[in-house]
């Protein structure tokens, strides 16, 4: 959704109650035949994922969900307050996020970043 206004611009319009979107990232995965616990285990909302990312300010929470349309695969969905948390997360822990992603690909035969809409 993009909206062409601030979000105070967006309360006074919509009201006071009314926030403006988050943003959302979504991944989608294939964990490799016979590693689908660990994989579970590492990039669910207890995960060193989730983990990693709640050291970033504006880090909401991750899910991690089957793909119903895509039997063995797995869907993340991390959100933040704004893209802007997100980027300066990105920024300030992306040693931490390689060293993190490398010891993750053992347990991924494949990984795509998946459109909003998935």
Do not use: N
């Not at 991750?62 to 349309?69: A, G, I, M, N, S």
């Not at 997100?86 to 991924?108: G, H, I, N, S, W």
Request: aromatic share 16%; hydrophobic share 40%.
């Amino acid at each position: 959704m993009t909206i062409a206004f601030s979000g105070r611009e967006a309360r006074v319009i919509f009201g006071a109650e009314w926030e403006p979107p988050l943003h959302e990232i979504f991944w989608e995965f294939l964990p490799k035949r016979g590693r689908t616990a660990e994989f579970v285990a590492a990039y669910g909302a207890e995960g060193p994922w989730a983990a990693l990312f709640r050291r970033g300010s504006g880090y909401l929470g991750t899910e991690l969900q089957p793909v119903v349309e895509r039997p063995g695969w797995y869907r993340t969905v991390d959100r933040w307050t704004s893209e802007q948390d997100y980027l300066m997360f990105r920024e300030r822990f992306a040693a931490e996020y390689v060293e993190l992603d490398r010891a993750c690909e053992p347990l991924t035969a494949e990984e795509r970043l998946a459109p909003p809409s998935a």
